[in-house]
């Protein structure tokens, strides 16, 4: 339950998100002091998700919903505060645009309910389904209409033989508590339930939820008493209203998590690493049809050989010229406002005002303690070269068949015949993709000393996954890139590729060649437009983190930051990679 005080007039409700769940209030009443009789049951596992974000949404009838504050409370922190009773929590909720002004407070209750309540909470569920006479019992033939309910083709004798087994007592009825007994026990041997009845997902495909609890989390929710409404996969969404809680029934096509190549997959989900919650990536619907319509379709691969190249680069190239202008100051408070919560002035070097362009902001320098380098003295350990959305993979064949979906893209096409090396083949690698919020320096992964760089002109593409999943577009082999080969004792030599985008047809080093670099030093800046690096290890030289891995075979990107982990040399053990996923982030 919550409730709120706030600055603002209009109706508000709330939205919760854990992990890869977010769930939504009712609209309140009072537009002073809010209050949301509302409650959700969730699972908290202890390597698990437990930093849940609360975000308040400002709606009435004649504009959209406009996020007007939001706080994040790790639960851990929150449940061990009082085990034996409800704990209230009072939180104070952030300006989206700024993390150092309080726009109002939330109150937060929460408590912890026993397991075995949860199971008995189920079968006092279960049994109502086929409980005839209301008795709170089950006989044989209504024990066997629930095996059918639940879609289980036993035979005759196997559901005989679940009855007895059922039956501890032997009086002939299976009573609540010998059911959940039953129930529990039986679906970590050989389950009876295959399929949750309430919202179809298939059980027993993840060894960290226990089935029962799932189902009676799903039970729960479908009483509709004082219940969050949930179906929803990030709190943007669950801002949409109505029409997306048709997302509960039916698979949405415009949300999901991996590859989407679909026309009206207008929005982009991803893994937020610290918080492991997903978020979401909007992109203006025209764009998107004009995107898939140009990357996505033969008539878009006619259109980029008879010409369109070079629009894209004269386009590039003007827009260059703008964001050098000083009237292009004046369009910076509208990109914090557009990106409101995803930029935290906070982190800047200096002040907003001291920026007399669009690119001198665009390429701003975060203050030194922004982005603490992760084992900053261990050489075998290396780090994230960027803000940005990651995807790795442990060989190019792999990056083809969850991601890259360009028919020409290879190792030796993307790094061209100057900078290939022989080492490379088969070799590793990790995409780090910048959206244009996000900050736009890039930094060294690893500790080296830079051999060469090597200048590829191209094509100037977008990065966005659109055209990277698109058979139609070889995004990284022809577009514009500066390739630097770095010479590590710990990876052998790691080459690192920045590429220019749509819009970005400036990429600035602050290294020459010679230079030793300390893992986490600043390396280049990209101006303005989303952009992307890609380092390319030898083969067998690097371990990524297991997260970024499981994540990539998902074809989920993750928010990561500079300086956390990326992954161990395989050629110095003496860290084991157990020890290194422990540390990855915290």
């Excluded at 996505?296 to 010229?321: M, W, Y």
């Amino acid at each position: 339950m919550a409730q709120a005080d706030l600055r603002f007039k209009d109706k508000f409700f709330a939205c919760l998100s854990l992990g890869e769940r977010t769930y939504r209030t009712e609209t309140t009443d009072s537009t002073h002091r809010p209050v949301w009789n509302s409650e959700k049951k969730v699972v908290i596992e202890t390597n698990g998700p437990h930093i849940a974000r609360i975000s308040v949404f400002e709606t009435n009838r004649f504009s959209k919903n406009t996020l007007v504050g939001y706080c994040e409370v790790d639960l851990f922190d929150l449940l061990t505060k009082d085990l034996e009773e409800e704990h209230v929590e009072d939180l104070a909720l952030l300006d989206p645009s700024s993390s150092t002004t309080t726009m109002g407070t939330i109150s937060v209750s929460c408590y912890i309910e026993d397991p075995v309540e949860t199971e008995q909470s189920f079968a006092r569920r279960v049994l109502a389904i086929v409980d005839y006479n209301e008795d709170g019992k089950l006989s044989l033939s209504e024990f066997s209409d629930l095996m059918k309910a639940f879609g289980n083709g036993l035979a005759v004798n196997k559901i005989e033989e679940l009855f007895r087994q059922a039956d501890t007592n032997g009086d002939g009825i299976v009573d609540m508590d010998e059911l959940a007994a039953l129930l529990a026990d039986q679906q970590e041997k050989e389950p009876i339930i295959s399929n949750c009845p309430v919202c179809g997902e298939s059980l027993g495909k993840y060894d960290k939820i226990n089935d029962m609890i799932h189902m009676t989390l799903c039970f729960d929710e479908g009483t509709g008493n004082q219940i969050m409404t949930g179906g929803f996969l990030t709190d943007k969404q669950a801002a949409y209203g109505w029409m997306f809680k048709l997302s509960e029934w039916a698979n949405f096509s415009s949300y999901d998590v991996g590859l989407r190549s679909g026309s009206t997959a207008s929005h982009i989900l991803v893994f937020d690493r610290r918080t492991k919650r997903l978020v979401e990536e909007a992109i203006d619907g025209k764009i998107v049809l004009s995107m898939r319509a140009l990357y996505q379709s033969k008539v878009g691969l006619t259109l980029i050989d008879s010409g369109v190249k070079d629009i894209l680069k004269n386009l590039s190239e003007k827009q260059g010229k703008k964001m050098n202008s000083p009237e292009s100051a004046k369009d910076i408070p509208k990109f914090l406002e557009l990106f409101a919560g995803q930029i935290n002035m906070d982190e800047t070097k200096d002040p907003i005002e001291s920026f007399k362009t669009f690119n001198e902001f665009f390429i701003r320098q975060l203050k030194p303690s922004a982005r603490p380098i992760a084992h900053i003295d261990d050489g075998s350990i290396a780090t994230c070269a960027a803000d940005c959305r990651l995807m790795a993979y442990s060989s190019v064949d792999e990056s083809t068949r969850f991601w890259i979906k360009g028919r020409k893209f290879s190792i030796e096409g993307l790094l061209g015949a100057d900078a290939h090396h022989n080492a490379f083949k088969n070799g590793s690698l990790v995409i780090f993709r910048l959206a244009p919020q996000d900050y736009h320096r890039f930094h060294v992964p690893v500790s080296g000393t830079v051999e060469k760089f090597v200048d590829i002109p191209g094509c100037l593409y977008t990065v966005n996954p659109i055209a990277v999943n698109s058979k139609y577009c070889n995004v990284f082999t022809e577009n514009k890139r500066v390739i630097s080969i770095i010479s590590t004792s710990e990876f052998g030599k790691v080459a690192f590729v920045a590429i220019g985008a749509t819009m970005v047809g400036s990429i600035t080093f602050v290294k020459k060649e010679g230079d030793y670099v300390h893992k986490g030093d600043e390396f280049g800046y990209f101006s303005f437009g989303g952009s992307t690096v890609i380092c390319v290890f030898e083969k067998d030289a690097i371990q990524f983190d297991a997260d970024l891995l499981a994540n990539s075979e998902r074809s989920l990107e993750t928010l990561v930051e500079v300086g956390t982990t990326l992954g161990v040399s395989k050629r110095n053990r003496g860290l084991e990679v157990s020890e290194l996923q422990k540390c990855s982030i915290e």
